[in-house]
Nanobody
Framework: QEQLAESGGGLVQPGGSLRLSCVYTGNSFNTLAMGWFRQAPGKEREFVAGINWSGSSPFYPDSMKDRFTISRDNSKNTVYLQMTGLKAEDTAVYYC????????????????WGQGTQVTVSS
């Protein structure tokens, strides 16, 4: 079975930065698109960023594009999310996921979310 393990969250002041990591355990990481999602209390899960198998053509919603950067290291089966200029509304549990294409990942098809990592932006 594929497994996902998120890490790197924590408590940060508004305007601060965090770098999240997600390690994929399974086969064929180099063929998979990877992405980040988040879910805040009382809100639905929200897509944050996606990246294709080679690291080209990263994709972000308009609300994330200026502050978040997704990247990957295929030698480590790891995808990263660098977040800067954090705001209180960024507070959420952050999860990663995978699919064959970014487009199909936008509506997640696989229920392998890992434990997530908590990001809290506190004023």
């Amino acid at each position: 079975q594929e497994q996902l393990a998120e890490s790197g969250g924590g408590l940060v002041q508004p305007g601060g930065s965090l770098r999240l990591s997600c390690v994929y355990t399974g086969n064929s990481f180099n063929t998979l698109a990877m992405g980040w999602f988040r879910q805040a209390p009382g809100k639905e899960r929200e897509f944050v960023a996606g990246i294709n198998w080679s690291g080209s053509s990263p994709f972000y919603p308009d609300s994330m594009k200026d502050r978040f950067t997704i990247s990957r290291d295929n030698s480590k089966n790891t995808v990263y999310l660098q977040m800067t200029g954090l705001k209180a509304e960024d507070t959420a549990v952050y999860y990663c996921n995978f699919d064959t294409r970014i487009a199909t990942m936008l509506t997640p098809r696989y229920d392998y979310w890992g434990q997530g990592t908590q990001v809290t932006v506190s004023s």
